[in-house]
């Protein structure tokens, strides 16, 4: 059986080489969130700052400890609006993206 990399490693890569899929992922983690599924969007959120950032450095950036970020995005997390904003925020500069919202 051949070894394949893993899904994060995976996704590491494809941010790393594709600045439109690295927004998208951005993007799409926050729209489930906007959409009601706290579920999916926290899921997305890890799995983009897992591919960028990273939790300590993001940690470093919100001043708030990087155990406690990843609890807030893990299955069970339940962030609150100050500490997800702020998370956001700080990815949103990291990525030199700027999301808006709008009214469909």
Do not use: H, W
């Not at 600045?19 to 959409?35: D, I, M, R, T, Y």
């Not at 897992?50 to 406690?68: M, Q, R, V, Y």
């Amino acid at each position: 059986m051949a070894l394949t990399r893993s899904f994060k490693e995976t996704v590491q890569a494809r941010v790393a080489r594709d600045p439109a899929f690295k927004q998208a992922l951005l993007s799409e983690g926050v729209n489930a969130l906007l959409e009601g599924d706290l579920d999916i969007g926290k899921a997305v959120l890890r799995d983009y700052i897992n591919a960028t950032i990273g939790f300590d450095s993001l940690a470093a950036a919100t001043g708030t400890p990087a155990k406690s970020l990843m609890r807030m995005f893990g299955p069970r997390g339940n962030p609150n609006a100050s500490n997800l904003f702020a998370v956001i925020g700080c990815l949103q500069r990291e990525s030199g993206v700027t999301l808006e919202v709008r009214a469909a």
